[in-house]
């Protein structure tokens, strides 16, 4: 997603206190970064940060990791975040944002992190084949998340793109990844705790039917 430089972001998240700006350091000891050591999962790609948001206020018994390589887009997500809790008089105390280039996202995270559950919305199709490799549900991709995603944890994946979601089915299979749920019209499904996501909301709009899958790490 393209966003405009905003001036205010840089100076908003260096004075958040859920923001981590150097997220490297922090590798294998993102539990302790949190107020309270419980379940930890992980989002990659959090845009605008209004599924970040939700989920975390949703569960307050788990912690949240949200992921983005844009520094702009996470002084958006702050607000958002932000405005979401103390609309509910809460403080985001379960909820960590940090900037961070995915492709590289063992340099970050380790199998001390014990990652529950990774969310993937919405990611870049790049439809063009010579661009495949740089899905986020790639097979290459899908083998560095097991170094840090626990045994029997999940991924759950959501995208508005069929050919995307069909070659993810392919890549999980490929790479060891159990395939528990599937369907392509996740609103008329029996899934009872989804949370919108922007994209979500927009392309439903449009009549836009959304895929969703959950795979498990056998």
Not at 26 to 41: A, D, E, H, M
Not at 50 to 62: H, S, Y
Not at 72 to 79: F, W
Not at 191 to 215: P, Q, R, W
Request: glycine letters at 6%; charged letters at 30%; a neutral charge.
């Amino acid at each position: 997603m393209r966003i405009r430089r905003k001036p205010w972001a840089r100076p908003e998240l260096a004075v958040c206190p859920f923001f981590v700006d150097d997220a490297a350091a922090n590798k294998g000891k993102w539990n302790s970064v949190f107020n309270k050591r419980q379940p930890l999962c992980l989002e990659l790609g959090c845009g605008k940060g209004g599924f970040a948001a939700k989920i975390a206020l949703e569960n307050p018994e788990v912690n949240f990791l949200a992921v983005d390589i844009k520094k702009d887009m996470l002084g958006v997500a702050r607000r958002n975040i932000v405005s979401l809790f103390e609309e509910n008089n809460r403080q985001v105390d379960n909820l960590i944002i940090t900037a961070f280039n995915v492709e590289q996202i063992e340099d970050m995270l380790s199998e001390e992190d014990k990652i529950e559950r990774i969310y993937i919305n919405f990611c870049n199709p790049w439809p063009r084949g010579k661009h495949h490799k740089r899905r986020l549900t790639y097979p290459p991709k899908l083998e560095k998340y097991k170094k840090f995603l626990k045994k029997d944890g999940e991924i759950r994946f959501k995208t508005d793109d069929l050919p995307l979601f069909n070659d993810t089915l392919g890549y999980f299979e490929q790479t060891g990844y159990e395939v528990v749920y599937k369907t392509n019209d996740l609103h008329n499904s029996d899934v009872k705790d989804n949370i919108l996501t922007e994209h979500e909301i927009m392309f439903s709009e449009e009549g836009i039917k959304i895929n969703y899958c959950i795979a498990v790490h056998k």
